[in-house]
């Protein structure tokens, strides 16, 4: 098996704690630097960058050892490689990129919400914000921003409740930023149409994926803690109405399956239907690092093959295989 993958040439990952990524999600080595104390310049070029994409272009994986990433099949070979400058980029085996295409900005973990799959409590610590204003700053001295096609907004936080990525929200305009498109992953509930039309770069963002995790109000307020499932369907709907006017091109829903909703998938892809979803996807609950007291992540897992549940849960699955939806991971549990 020939692996190889894209990112390392094209996309940063900025995280929570100044943390820089060139890998693939999930890798096991450590981050390649840190954006709170060194220049991202110096890090999207630095040695270890540079030996990550020797590997990737050698095609000997040298500085994977440990990486078990690699004997996955779905990490073997990802990205595209059709396009003028991964060609450029193959053939003159390079090593140096001037800058990324892709920037992935996960840097404040600050919330409105406290999911039970994510965090027990509602605390938004004051190093939250310190370290995104800096690692914001610093990406922004880089002038990557005028170069980049894609910001994608995700991470470990919500970024409509940051102050700082709101902040470069509203330094982001069409003008002035031609060549950039903006990609959002949220929880949805402070997008209103408000919210909507108050962003400077509201026409940058064409692609929107809201995380739900329930098609009931029970379930989903006793899942998404602080949230209001009225407030997120009103909100749904007005995101549906500007996928309908053109305004963004795809609108996402996401389902992270847990012991306390898997019996709502069938009435999660209705109400996806419903609202008009570009696609639905269904994700593996994964043991972070919230889910510290021992077996409450076992208990949660219904995916998991020792499950008491785990049967009926198989079960729920099987009846929505042959709607469009999207299930990860999920897929080997169907018939
Ligand atoms: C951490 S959130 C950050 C973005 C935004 N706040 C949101 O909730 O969509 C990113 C994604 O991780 C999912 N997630 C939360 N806890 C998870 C867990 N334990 N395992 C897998 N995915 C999880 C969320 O549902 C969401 O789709
Ligand atoms: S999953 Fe998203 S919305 Fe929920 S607590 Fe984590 S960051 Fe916040």
């Not at 060609?87 to 973990?109: E, L, M, S």
């Not at 209001?228 to 995101?239: A, D, P």
């Not at 696609?279 to 043991?287: N, T």
Request: glycine share 6%; hydrophobic share 35%; aromatic share 10%.
């Amino acid at each position: 098996m020939a692996y190889f993958f894209t990112k390392p040439f094209e996309k940063i990952d900025l995280g929570p704690s100044g943390g820089v990524s060139i890998c693939q999600p999930g890798c096991v080595r450590k981050p390649i630097g840190n954006a709170l104390k060194e220049n991202l310049r110096s890090i999207w070029n630095s040695k270890a960058a540079q030996e990550l994409r020797k590997t990737v272009l050698d095609g000997n994986f040298k500085v994977c050892e440990n990486c078990n990433l690699k004997e996955n099949e779905e990490f073997c070979f990802s990205g595209d490689i059709d396009n003028a400058f991964m060609q450029d980029v193959i053939k003159n085996k390079k090593t140096i990129i001037q800058n990324p295409r892709t920037i992935k900005i996960g840097y404040d973990r600050t919330c409105n919400l406290f999911c039970n799959t994510c965090r027990d409590e509602l605390k938004n610590k004051k190093e939250y914000t310190e370290n995104a204003e800096k690692i914001q700053e610093n990406l922004i001295q880089t002038g990557w921003l005028k170069k980049a096609e894609w910001l994608v907004a995700s991470g470990q936080g919500e970024v409509f409740a940051s102050p700082t990525i709101n902040k470069l929200f509203q330094m982001l305009t069409p003008e002035e930023y031609p060549n950039l498109t903006i990609k959002i992953f949220t929880n949805g509930t402070l997008l209103t149409e408000q919210k909507w039309n108050s962003l400077n770069c509201k026409d940058m963002i064409k692609w929107i994926r809201v995380s739900i995790d329930a098609a009931t109000k029970e379930t989903y307020e006793k899942i998404r803690r602080g949230g209001n499932f009225e407030q997120l369907v009103s909100n749904l709907e007005f995101l549906d109405r500007l996928k309908k006017e053109g305004k963004i091109k795809n609108l996402e829903l996401t389902f992270v399956v847990q012991k306390e909703n898997y019996k709502e998938m069938t009435n999660f892809v209705e109400l996806g239907e419903e609202i008009g979803a570009t696609r639905m996807q269904f994700m593996q609950l994964k043991k972070w690092n919230k889910f510290e007291e021992e077996g409450e992540y076992e208990k949660m897992a219904v995916h998991l093959e020792n499950h008491p549940e785990h049967e009926k849960f198989v079960e729920e699955i099987n009846k929505i295989k042959n709607n469009k939806v999207f299930y990860e991971l999920l897929e080997k549990f169907r018939d």
